[in-house]
């Protein structure tokens, strides 16, 4: 586990998102979490999405979902108090629930509308570990943002709460349209709200290897944003897909199939960026 360089005592904070819709967002929020967890982190995945899909896909049933993370952005209680268990050792969920649909309209005019995610996880904390090397708190490592297909007062306060973004982009013919939108406002959300924050990295989703485009789309991205694409691509594959309706992870679901093998190697891939950021 690697402390976090600009708040040692806070959860690691990564948005995911792409104001595009359907590009693997929410089932990178879901498997990357697993993932990291199952390589001894402590995850928290923040369902910023009034769809409130990966809530529903780690099992969460909307009817048992009565406070979500719209009470925590609203003030009404403290983050820690929304968040749930998962199937997944070590992996909790703050769910949302529609509610968060009117949290634009209603919270437009308050001062600190841009920092009310900031302000909530900032009352978490990180894990700590007492002499025998056991991990003695409820804290966590990271945090994993799952942001709505938009770039609305939600996401805005998923990149002012966050240390880095990372970009899901699905290998489609339209991949790297609206990305420069996306890369336009982190820069707005830095120079405004958040000087610390960086691209962690971009995420190819959804890769067949029987279609030709899918390889002109790997290029085209790694051309376009260079070491920032992760070496890991993810697979398109049924299992992945097929999961959510079970209410688990692919990596529970199908712990071998291409799909949860992908999600390992990613989340072993950006642990390595983070020592590497951590060391520089
Ligand atoms: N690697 C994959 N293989 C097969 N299907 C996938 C894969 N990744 C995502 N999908 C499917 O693609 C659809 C969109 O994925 P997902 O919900 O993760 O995208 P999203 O960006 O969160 O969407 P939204 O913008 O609506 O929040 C889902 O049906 C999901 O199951
Ligand atoms: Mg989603």
Redesign the pocket.
């Known amino acids: 586990m690697i402390a976090n360089p600009k708040a040692p005592n806070r959860p690691r904070v990564l948005a995911i998102a792409?104001q595009?819709?359907?590009?693997?967002?929410?089932?990178?929020?879901i498997n990357l979490g697993t993932a990291l967890a199952a390589i001894d982190e402590r995850v928290l995945i923040v369902d910023l999405?009034p769809?409130g899909?990966a809530s529903t896909g780690l099992g969460i049933d909307y009817k048992s979902r009565r406070i979500s993370t719209y009470d925590a952005l609203v003030g009404a209680m403290p983050l820690a108090q929304t968040i749930r268990e998962t199937a997944v050792p070590h992996l909790h969920i703050a769910p949302s629930t529609v509610d968060l649909s009117g949290f634009d309209l209603e919270i437009s005019t308050a001062s600190d509308r841009a920092f009310r995610l900031r302000n909530a996880i900032a009352t978490l904390e990180r894990p700590t570990r007492d002499a025998d090397g056991k991990i003695s708190n409820g804290g966590y490592s990271y945090a994993l943002v799952?942001c709505?297909?938009s770039l609305n007062l939600l996401t805005v306060n998923a990149m002012a709460a966050a240390d880095a973004i990372l970009v899901?982009l699905q290998c489609e013919f339209f991949a790297l349209e609206g990305l420069s939108q996306l890369l336009k406002t982190v820069e707005e959300v830095k120079r405004s709200l958040n000087p610390d924050l960086s691209i962690h990295g971009v995420v190819l989703?959804?890769?067949d290897a029987r279609n030709n485009l899918s390889d002109q789309v790997v290029a085209d991205v790694r051309q376009f944003m260079g070491e920032k694409v992760y070496e890991t691509v993810?697979?398109?594959?049924?299992r992945?897909?097929e999961?959510?309706s079970y209410g688990k992870p692919v990596l529970l679901y199908d712990f071998k199939c291409v799909?949860s093998q992908?999600y390992l190697k990613l989340a072993s891939e950006i642990v390595q960026r983070e020592r590497s950021l951590a060391a520089a």
């Open positions: 792409n595009k819709g359907g590009v693997g967002k929410t089932t990178t929020a999405d769809q899909n799952d709505p297909p899901p989703t959804m890769y993810i697979p398109r594959n049924v992945v897909s999961a959510p799909g992908a």
